[in-house]
């Protein structure tokens, strides 16, 4: 089955960029989209397809595709970005099914 | 404003069947706006799996991993989503999610419930 592998933390200081990898096997042809979830809460969708935002979503939060590697760009910081992000696919060859990353830790310092 | 919520259950013993429902407020889950509805599942400490989908007028769709064991259905009353996981062990405890799905040339999931914990022990 597809993989997608993400680290398992990312640390930033408040007010800079933090840049949130997600691997597979050429990802740039699929869709991409991703999660943000907080202790104990549910995961709310903050890009869809690559690089849409949820109405709701700040600008501040962005998403790119190419090659092996998406990536989820989110830019001035702030306390309340701390959360797990995960990456998610569908997977349309083989066995269908949604595929989700392990998930990053972000850690704003 | 479209909100889901979880209910069932918080333990099963090993060996029977898990039954959830999430129950759908501010939209229709057989007419509101082509939505497929999807549950998920958190294992502790671990990330998400997702299990299965079901659109209203159609035939429920299951994670391969999965499709020996799950059931995914509407009811038991209106506007609610049914889930059954059956022959459980430990390795089923975890948070359980109901999600409102997007189903367009790719698949995700743009509202989600807040879950309900199931720990399986005898």
């Known amino acids: 089955s597809y993989v997608l592998t993400q680290p398992p933390s990312v640390s930033v200081d408040p007010g800079k960029t933090a840049y949130i990898t997600c691997g597979g096997n050429n990802i740039g042809g699929k869709s991409v989209h991703w999660y943000q979830q907080k202790p104990g809460q549910a995961p709310v969708l903050v890009v869809n397809d690559d690089s849409d935002r949820p109405s709701g979503i700040p600008e501040r939060y962005s998403g790119s595709n190419s090659g092996n590697t998406a990536t989820l760009t989110i830019g001035r910081v702030e306390a309340g970005d701390e959360a797990d992000y995960y990456c998610q696919v569908w997977q349309s060859s083989g066995d269908h099914s949604a595929v989700f990353g392990g998930g990053t830790k972000l850690t704003v310092l | 404003q479209v909100q889901l919520q979880e209910s069932g259950p918080g333990l099963v013993k090993p060996s029977q069947t898990l039954s959830l429902t999430c129950t759908v407020s501010?939209?229709?889950?057989?007419?509101?706006?082509?939505?497929?509805w999807s549950w998920i599942r958190q294992q502790p400490g671990k990330g998400l799996e997702w299990m299965g989908y079901?659109?209203?007028?159609?035939?429920?769709y299951y994670n391969p991993s999965l499709k020996s064991r799950v059931t995914i259905s509407l009811g038991p009353s209106s506007n609610q989503l049914s889930l059954g996981l059956r022959s459980v062990t430990a390795a089923d405890t975890g948070v359980y999610f109901c999600?409102?799905?997007?189903?367009?040339?790719?698949?995700?999931?743009?509202?989600w419930g807040r879950g309900t914990l199931v720990s399986v022990s005898s």
């Open positions: 079901l659109y209203p007028s159609g035939s429920p």
């Open positions: 999600a409102r799905t997007e189903v367009a040339g790719t698949v995700y999931f743009d509202l």
């Open positions: 501010g939209a229709s889950i057989s007419t509101g706006g082509g939505y497929y």
